[in-house]
Every structure is written in structure tokens, then in C-alpha cells.
């Protein structure tokens, strides 16, 4: 598959006091570009409800730290069934000690505190949805962890988690796998339990996973000639061409993510890129999430920049080439954890369990000390 060069397109903005970020309709390919682009098989069933991303954020959990506090969060996920929350973070300078500890030491002793983002190495923590630690794995070489997804656990098998794995020098992974979550254990890339999927595309980069179990689908985000790209698949075939080591089933949706533009300090898109921070999908609706730090005082109310930074997506992934007047796209800014410090955006995912439909993120805040913590707000 290739990928041409699309022109940067405007999404539609709307949501409460977005009066900047007016309705706009995506800017159309030229003709050869479309003609050239990928058709959109869009098989995804229809059922699953659209989450309003311009609906007000709830806290559900506050000051939540993971395994290791010297490093942010960067992906959520859940297991739904069960009532888990699981997160990956770059492992930090103050495990490096206990990577080389033991029966790790073998394969962690060249490694330097701060190479493991460059090197993706991944610490992966289990919490209950309270907060609290459960379990934790740590994943060298697998990748950023910017998202990853949860196949629930049953009565007779683990949760199996899907990341991105083989990271290149840039620490972003350049394939998918799969492999059973086993408390304080320790995972490298080619170890016999990481189950490896075929890529969608051989030219394929910088590749992150999201499992929405609740409808069976695995979906895929990958660079591809400049541009990212989303790929639905039948999670059940997924998990076989994993198992077995053959080819991708055929895709349910394959569309291109739309342009992400900043925001200036009225609130108006500009022209450069936002920085992605997470995504997560829910039936045919996938959701985004993008922002900065805040740059202002925590103790006065967002303004600026620092108003307008956090941003929430909607898109349908049955769309035409994200075009508005065929595929819904919803875009608004986020104002939650306004006291927060740093105020990043970390990671998104849908929650399907007994609280009802819930569209999750992490918005980091750490302690005075310096602990690097997150709380979690949610959408309904």
C-alpha cells in the first residue's frame, strides 16, 4: 500500500466557548492524489454509540503513580471485564538497578538511564480503578507507548496486552505484538512469549495498537510517507495471524488521520502540528487526544496558549478520507484539571465496564515533591 501526500486539511472544530475554532470543511486531495489513495473498505458494524467529545470532563481518580515515579505516563488502557487499568511509561533512571539485578542483567547491562527512551524500553503497571498498584512488567526495546491495548483476563488465561515493539533509534516501535501480562517479570523483543503481527504496510513506521474488546476490533496507527494512518481489524483474526505468525486479515477500515493544528492563545487553528499524546476507538468512532504542558503559573487560571493547548477528537473510521460532509469529525478544546502541574495530556481509552460508556484520559500532575503522578477524567 502506498500513501500519497495529502494536503494538510482543517477539521471541524466545535464545543463550548470555541468560538475561534469555527466549523470548516476538510481541504478536498487533488485528483491524482485521489485517485492513488487507499479506498476505505469501512466494515465496521454500526451499533456502538459516539462518545461527545465536546460533552465535560469528570474526574474519576486523582494523584494515581505508577510503578516507577521518575518517569511520566504516556498510554492508558483497560480491562473492562475485570476492572483494571493498565499504563506504560518510559522506564526511568532510577530502575536501572533493578534491570540489572538477577537474571536481568544478561540482557539490560549496557543499558544507561538515559537511554531508555531512545531504546524503548517500557515500564507497563496493572492498577485497580481506584489508582493502586497491582502488578507491573517491564518491556525493553518494545517502543514509546504513546497507546496500547487489553484483551481481558478470563478464568483460565492472563489479559494478553498488545503494544509496539522492536523500537528503532528514535524509541518508536516499528511492529505489533502480543504477549500474556505476568507480574514482575521482565520482557525483551525476542522473548518466546511476544507473538509478533504482520505489518499493514512493509514501509509501515512508528506503529502503536488500541484493543476495543468490547467490539472486537484491533486497531492500528502507523506512519506512512508523512502521514499517519488508521487500520480496524477483526480482533479474532488479529489474534491468530499473531498466534500463528501469518498474514494481516484484510482490514474492516483503513482511513488517514486528519491534520492536528495547534492552537494560538485566542483559540484559532493555526498551522502547525499539535503533539499527539493518545488515541483510542469504540465501534466505528475513533478518538484523539493532543496537547502541551502548560507554560503559565498552576495557581491562576488558564489563559493563553495554556487554555487552549489540550484538545479531544472524534472521527468515524467508516469516513471517506475524513471528509466532514461523509464521516463525522468533531474536534473541541479541553479545559479539565485546570489546577493541574504540568497539565500534560497522557493517554486515551474507553472504559465499557459496569459505570457505563466512559472515554478516558490522563492529564499529568505531580506532587510538590517532584513524584510524577496523573489523574484520570473521563466523558460520557
Known amino acids: 500500500m502506498s500513501s500519497p501526500a495529502l494536503s494538510r486539511r482543517r477539521l471541524m472544530f466545535a464545543g463550548a466557548g470555541v468560538a475561534a475554532a469555527a466549523a470548516a470543511p476538510l481541504a478536498a486531495a487533488g485528483a491524482a492524489q485521489a485517485a492513488a489513495a ?29 510503578r516507577d515515579t521518575s ?61 493502586a498498584v497491582l502488578g507491573h512488567m517491564y518491556l525493553l526495546g518494545f517502543g514509546h507507548g504513546v497507546s496500547l491495548g487489553i484483551e481481558p483476563a478470563t478464568a483460565v488465561t492472563p489479559a494478553y496486552v498488545w503494544t509496539e515493539a522492536s523500537a528503532a533509534t528514535s524509541g518508536y516501535g516499528r511492529e505489533i505484538v502480543r504477549f500474556p501480562f505476568a507480574d514482575q517479570t521482565l520482557l525483551w523483543t525476542s522473548h518466546p512469549d511476544v507473538r509478533r503481527l504482520a505489518s499493514p504496510d512493509a514501509a509501515a513506521t512508528a506503529m502503536t495498537p488500541y484493543v476495543d474488546a468490547a467490539n472486537g476490533i484491533l486497531l492500528l496507527r502507523y506512519a506512512l510517507a508523512g502521514e499517519h494512518w488508521f487500520a480496524a481489524y477483526d480482533l479474532t483474526a488479529a489474534r491468530t495471524a499473531a498466534t500463528d505468525g501469518t498474514a494481516l486479515p484484510a482490514p474492516l477500515a483503513r482511513i488517514q488521520q486528519p491534520f492536528l493544528p495547534k492552537a494560538d492563545a485566542n ?19 475513533v478518538y ?45 478544546h479541553s479545559e479539565a484539571d485546570a489546577g493541574a502541574n504540568p497539565r500534560e495530556p497522557e493517554g486515551m481509552a474507553v472504559y ?8 478516558c484520559f490522563g492529564i499529568t500532575n505531580n506532587s510538590a515533591s517532584g513524584t510524577r503522578q496523573f489523574d484520570l477524567y473521563y466523558k460520557v
Open 71 to 131: 518517569t511520566t505516563l504516556q498510554g492508558i488502557a483497560f480491562d473492562s471485564v475485570n476492572g483494571h487499568l493498565y499504563t506504560l511509561q518510559i522506564a526511568g533512571a532510577s530502575q536501572v538497578a533493578y534491570l540489572r539485578s538477577g537474571s536481568q542483567v544478561a540482557v539490560t547491562a549496557t543499558i544507561d538511564g538515559d537511554q531508555h527512551a531512545a531504546s524503548g524500553d517500557l515500564c507497563l503497571t496493572k492498577h485497580d480503578l481506584s489508582g
Open 267 to 285: 483559540g484559532a487553528p493555526t498551522q502547525t502540528a499539535a503533539t499527539f499524546q493518545g488515541f483510542a476507538s469504540h465501534g466505528r468512532y
Open 288 to 332: 484523539l487526544l493532543d496537547g502541551d504542558a502548560r507554560t503559565g503559573d498552576p495557581s491562576k487560571p488558564l489563559a493563553g496558549l495554556d487554555k487552549w493547548t489540550v484538545h479531544t477528537t472524534s472521527m468515524d473510521l467508516n469516513g471517506v478520507q475524513n471528509d466532514p460532509a461523509t464521516g463525522y469529525i468533531r474536534r473541541t
Open 352 to 359: 465499557t465496564g459496569p459505570e457505563g460508556l466512559r472515554l
Open 38 to 66: 487507499p479506498v476505505n473498505p469501512a466494515n465496521i458494524p454500526d451499533g456502538a454509540p459516539l462518545i461527545g467529545v465536546d460533552h465535560g470532563s469528570t474526574r474519576w481518580a486523582g494523584s494515581i503513580v505508577n
